[in-house]
């Protein structure tokens, strides 16, 4: 039995960073209802998660052969992008949420930008990373327990969207 070949890892100057410590901000110009705001560089402090998946369907077949079983793409559940920060006095993703809630169709954002930047960035330099996310509205926002004077309040929230693209490091456009 042979053992599977793998090609030489590239030179280290070739091999990208990981992303430690990273800032999270996204933008948007929907106009949020309620205020006189945008979704203009929300910064978070931590990125719970980006979720794609497509469902596993189980496809039986009978033949001459026997019973076949095959796994096939299955139905696919929307994006959902998951941010965290501390809690601030800024409502607009209280009211993106209602909007939601009220089922605007100005809830949805065309396109909102996810930027992922390194540690100490003010948001001038050139992100390590972008998403788009393509049509996306506030689904869930969650503001944790805490008791008087100890800990910090977080803001959570949870957006879904009908497409996540995930733009070229080179400054090119989204690839599809």
């Given at each position: 039995m042979?053992?599977?070949?793998?090609?030489?890892?590239?030179?280290?100057?070739?091999?990208?960073?990981?992303?430690?410590?990273?800032v999270?901000?996204?933008?948007?110009?929907?106009?949020?209802?309620?205020?006189?705001?945008?979704?203009?560089?929300?910064?978070?402090?931590?990125?719970?998660?980006?979720?794609?998946?497509?469902?596993?369907?189980?496809?039986?077949?009978?033949?001459?052969?026997?019973?076949?079983?095959?796994?096939?793409?299955?139905?696919?559940?929307?994006?959902?992008?998951?941010?965290?920060?501390?809690?601030?006095?800024?409502?607009?993703?209280?009211?993106?949420?209602?909007?939601?809630?009220?089922?605007?169709?100005?809830?949805r954002?065309?396109?909102?930008?996810?930027?992922?930047?390194?540690?100490?960035?003010?948001?001038?330099?050139?992100?390590?990373?972008?998403?788009?996310?393509?049509?996306?509205?506030?689904?869930?926002?969650?503001?944790?327990?805490?008791?008087?004077?100890?800990?910090?309040?977080?803001?959570?929230v949870?957006?879904?969207?009908?497409q996540?693209?995930?733009?070229?490091?080179?400054?090119?456009?989204?690839?599809?």
């Amino acid at each position: 039995m042979s053992s599977p070949h793998f090609p030489p890892a590239p030179p280290p100057s070739e091999q990208h960073p990981i992303v430690s410590a990273p800032v999270f901000v996204i933008s948007s110009n929907i106009q949020i209802l309620g205020t006189a705001q945008k979704l203009d560089s929300l910064r978070f402090q931590e990125l719970a998660g980006i979720n794609s998946e497509v469902g596993i369907e189980q496809y039986v077949s009978a033949g001459i052969g026997g019973v076949n079983h095959a796994k096939q793409f299955g139905l696919t559940k929307p994006p959902t992008v998951t941010l965290k920060r501390g809690l601030d006095n800024s409502q607009v993703l209280w009211y993106w949420h209602q909007m939601a809630v009220a089922g605007r169709p100005d809830a949805r954002a065309q396109f909102l930008s996810l930027d992922i930047f390194a540690a100490g960035a003010t948001g001038k330099e050139d992100p390590l990373m972008s998403y788009l996310l393509v049509n996306a509205w506030c689904a869930k926002i969650s503001i944790s327990s805490a008791k008087a004077g100890e800990g910090v309040v977080t803001e959570d929230v949870t957006i879904a969207c009908d497409q996540i693209l995930s733009d070229d490091p080179k400054g090119g456009s989204p690839r599809r």
